[in-house]
T-cell receptor
């Protein structure tokens, strides 16, 4: 069964540094998402991406965040100047185009981001 | 604003006992509800969605709009059901696909 893949599995970065988290969505999926889960807290939506542009974003997704689909397979999340509070598990997800209702989102294993 | 509440952080039952994981939601429009499961050291996986009204691994969930609930049930728990369960909502009537998650319930099925 096809899967969403994320790299790296764990990223350790100094505060203030830029970090790029990478995702390869399922190949025939058209919608891509990023979520995060701070330790002990809920999974929170960050952003969704469709047709090469952001379709939704949450309040968390401020100017320090950006997303990109640099080629036909990768979907990246960049954090420009990391803060301690960015430490979290970041999940990528993808879904097919909706057919009479939402399509389920398929999640990757996540990237654990640790900011020192 | 939309919100999902899972009141139990931990539910511990014995093998063979019935299980009910509670989920209540708050949403002004027509919601789409999902249950996701995360087994130890595995990714979040879709378990159920209300729109398909199917039973997966013996689990069922019925959307009750009057009580704004989407509780997950299984008549006889198995040890392999031990996992973290998340209820999630999206507002498909508004075209929003972002999922709002509950805080999750850890199910422990003891032998």
């Amino acid at each position: 069964e096809p899967e969403v893949t994320q790299t790296p599995s764990h990223q350790v970065t100094q505060m203030g540094q830029e970090v790029i988290l990478r995702c390869v969505p399922i190949s025939n999926h058209l919608y891509f998402y990023w979520y995060r889960q701070i330790l002990g807290q809920k999974v929170e939506f960050l952003v969704s991406f469709y047709n090469n542009e952001i379709s939704e974003k949450s309040e968390i997704f401020d100017d320090q965040f950006s997303v990109e689909r640099p080629d036909g397979s990768n979907f990246t999340l960049k954090i420009r100047s990391t803060k301690l509070e960015d430490s979290a598990m970041y999940f990528c997800a993808s879904s097919e185009a909706p057919r009479g209702g939402g399509q389920p989102q398929h999640f990757g294993d996540g990237t654990r981001l640790s900011i020192l | 604003a939309q919100r999902v509440t899972q009141p139990e952080k931990l539910l511990s039952v014995f093998k063979g006992a019935p299980v009910e994981l509670k989920c209540n939601y708050s949403y002004s429009g027509s919601p789409e509800l999902f249950w996701y499961v995360q087994y130890s050291r595995q990714r979040l996986q879709l378990l159920l969605r209300h729109i398909s009204r199917e039973s997966i691994k013996g689990f069922t969930a019925d959307l009750n709009k009057g009580e704004t609930s989407f509780h997950l049930k299984k008549p006889f728990a198995q040890e392999e059901d031990s996992a973290m369960y998340y209820c999630a909502l999206s507002g498909m009537d508004t075209g929003r696909r972002a999922l709002t998650f509950g805080s999750g319930t850890r199910l422990q099925v003891q032998p």
